[in-house]
């Protein structure tokens, strides 16, 4: 009787929460990518984290800031790990603005591997400016910053599509089938064979939009692949750890006449 | 409390212990006599002072390398997250470690309402257990506001507007909150400040409680006063310091899994974009261990009305002690009683829930209906249920048995299994 009427409950519970996904069906969902980096042991795939990178300072970056990451970033361990020439070749590639000098003035210099990621623009009102009034977002922990994250980011990017009958776009606002409200100012970007792979990989637009993707996932969790390696030492120190006092527990607890 | 006298053995721990008395306090806590058939649900006392210090010790950290202003203090937590030697992990600690420090009260105070630990003897450390409560959330909701994302800075938002309802002082008390016209810098600064300052107020309330309970004593899955010490007692250490100990590392594997391989699953995407005050989330929530009560909030058409019944919701949790009328401590004894234990369970769940829906159409529907089931088991319910309950037989003792005559050692457990 009793049990009856917690399951009755327990029932009309999980009723009331399997009613969400009719609720919110407008909005689709984005594609699931079997990413490298997913799962309890998941580590980024090198040669795609390399390529993001090209993807990124060869197409996004002309927009979007990555003020958070240092061009030292990309050669330390679970990222794209460039040699230490590469990390200081693509660091002197660019301009930095430093100073005051002991005169008072600003100077420009080449970029050091302990530079921040040189920004497009010098401030959000100026990117805004610059992009029809939709600021193009950081990208350094936009993964983490939009729900569905790697999965969401890459679905926009191979998401646009011709307007459907009756839905009429502004200049400079684009039909997306992912983005929230299908409305987006960045015009699509990706073309086949856009950049030249170094490696030699062929650059499809789906083949770009998941390197990019890779690569923003890493800038967005750096310490990826050392938090899943320590992770799963922990856990197995941790359960090695419960079964010997589980195993003394039982020990003590047998000197009385109650189980524990 | 252990009534023997304890004497140090040496001539330097004697002449301490005199002059202050440590070492009894010691002996006291070791010997401290415990019912001997408490289940698992009671080692989360243990737990939640895990909780605490895990959260003391990583904020403290933290402490060292964030940065308190409005324009530095999204860059400082990215700081922390990348350059700080272990700093994501030190981070990912402390935010899930505020979950799990709510999941772990939340069964604490459950297991105290089913077994009735907030009856008499034991009214005093229900009640400092609830300003613990009470401060931990305050706690929370201002830690989330130090990463200062668009959740953060939104959620203080709302949450500090609640005061503008108070009649004719409401907007001045809310003004003077934030020590702005809108929540900016000095209101960080000063939710810093309170953030660092609550933890430590916890910790002293939390020696209250330990003192309060160390005076009655535990209560017990079969809720009877017990001799202490006597057969049905064991001394605290080894045999509940092991089983704490092996309940804490099952928790800690629990927790282990959110750090290392979901870390942002409990918290809402949203606070990774930095704060914008011309930018307002589709959708404010806060977080999960708050969603119940911002469920009873937005329940009510008025905004004062919502607030009051808010804190209703936590301050009617006072009176408890003297709300239930109930003889019989434990609702193993209560076969009424019991299922209405599960109604507020599930009612409590369904609260949370639609507290992170939006506010409209069934939700609102839902989250009144659960509003009004909250308030009527506390004022309802466990008044009237309590007096016209006819309770199962009570042991006489953990050890021995209902009224039969028959010893049967492990009974109160095996009553337990049936519920």
Not at chain 1, 22 to 34: G, R, T
Not at chain 1, 138 to 162: C, F
Not at chain 1, 213 to 240: D, M, N, Q, S
Not at chain 2, 27 to 50: S, V
Request: proline share 7%; hydrophobic share 45%; charged share 15%.
């Amino acid at each position: 009787m009793i049990k009856s009427n917690i399951k009755l409950l327990v029932l009309s519970f999980l009723l009331i929460i399997s009613l969400r996904p009719l609720q919110s069906a407008e909005m689709v969902d984005p594609i699931k990518v079997d990413w490298s980096f997913k799962g309890l042991t998941g580590t980024f795939d090198r040669a795609s984290l390399q390529r993001g990178f090209q993807v990124y300072k060869e197409v996004c970056a002309s927009c979007h800031s990555m003020q958070y990451l240092s061009y030292r970033n990309l050669g330390e361990p679970g990222g794209p790990e460039f040699s230490e020439q590469e990390v200081k070749a693509i660091a002197a590639s660019f301009e930095i603005e430093d100073g005051p000098d002991s005169q008072g003035e600003m100077f420009t210099r080449p970029g050091k591997p302990s530079d921040k990621f040189k920004s497009p623009y010098p401030n959000v009102q100026a990117a805004t400016a610059a992009n029809g009034g939709a600021y193009p977002p950081d990208m350094s922990v936009l993964v983490k910053a939009r729900k569905g994250g790697a999965n969401y980011i890459y679905s926009v990017l191979v998401g646009y599509e011709d307007p459907p009958p009756g839905v009429t776009l502004d200049d400079g606002v684009y039909y997306n089938k992912y983005m929230a409200g299908n409305k987006i100012k960045m015009p699509n970007n990706l073309m086949d064979g856009l950049v030249e792979y170094a490696d030699g990989t062929e650059s499809t637009v789906d083949q770009m939009a998941k390197d990019v993707t890779t690569f923003l996932a890493w800038a967005a969790e750096p310490e990826l692949e050392e938090r899943h390696k320590t992770g799963v030492k922990v856990i197995i120190y941790l359960v090695l750890l419960t079964i010997l006092v589980y195993l003394s527990m039982k020990k003590i607890w047998s000197r009385i006449d109650t189980e524990v | 409390m252990s009534e023997q006298e304890y004497t140090p053995k040496s001539k330097a721990g004697k002449w301490f212990n005199d002059r202050l008395p440590l070492l009894t306090l010691g002996a006291h806590l070791t010997d401290y006599p415990t019912p001997k058939n408490l289940n698992y649900w009671w080692t989360f006392g243990g737990i939640l002072t895990f909780c605490l210090i895990t959260q003391i010790v990583t904020g403290i950290v933290l402490a060292m390398h964030y940065v308190a202003h409005a324009d530095l203090a999204f860059a400082s937590v990215e700081h922390i997250m990348r350059d700080v030697n272990y700093g994501w992990l030190i981070r990912y600690i402390h935010s899930n470690g505020a979950s799990m420090f709510f999941l772990a009260v939340y069964i604490h105070i459950f297991r105290s309402l089913f077994y009735g630990s907030y009856k008499s003897p034991r009214e005093v450390i229900w009640i400092i257990g609830l300003m613990i409560y009470l401060l931990m959330m305050a706690a929370a909701f201002m830690g989330y506001v130090l990463p200062w994302g668009q959740m953060s800075f939104w959620g203080a938002t709302v949450i500090t507007n609640l005061f503008s309802a108070i009649p004719l002082v409401g907007d001045s008390i809310t003004t003077w909150l934030w020590g702005a016209y809108s929540v900016d810098n000095p209101t960080l600064n000063r939710f810093f400040s309170l953030h660092y300052l609550i933890p430590f107020l916890i910790l002293g309330l939390v020696v209250l409680h330990i003192w309060a309970l160390h005076v009655p004593g535990n209560n017990n899955p079969v809720g009877i006063d017990i001799k202490k010490p006597s057969k049905d007692t064991v001394p605290f250490h080894p045999y509940i310091t092991i089983k704490d100990a092996f309940a804490l590392l099952v928790f800690m594997i629990i927790f282990a899994g959110f750090v290392f391989f979901t870390p942002n699953v409990l918290g809402h995407s949203d606070n990774y974009i930095p704060a914008n005050p011309l930018v307002t989330p589709a959708h404010i929530v806060p977080e999960w261990y708050l969603l119940p009560f911002y469920a009873i909030l937005r329940s009510v058409p008025d905004k004062l009305g919502g607030v009051i019944l808010m804190f209703s919701a936590i301050f009617i949790l006072f009176v408890l002690p003297w709300l239930d009328t109930s003889k019989v401590r434990s609702a193993v004894f209560r076969p009424i009683y019991r299922q209405f234990f599960w109604i507020l369970v599930i009612d409590v769940l369904m609260l949370g829930y639609v507290g992170a829906m939006p506010a409209e159409g069934i939700y609102l529907v839902l989250a009144r209906v659960g509003t009004i089931y909250y308030f009527l088991h506390f004022i309802v319910v466990m008044p009237v249920v309590g007096y016209l309950e006819k309770t199962d037989p009570i042991p006489m003792s953990i050890s021995e048995p209902v009224l039969t005559g028959r010893a049967e050692p492990s009974l109160a457990r095996k009553v337990n299994d049936k519920v």
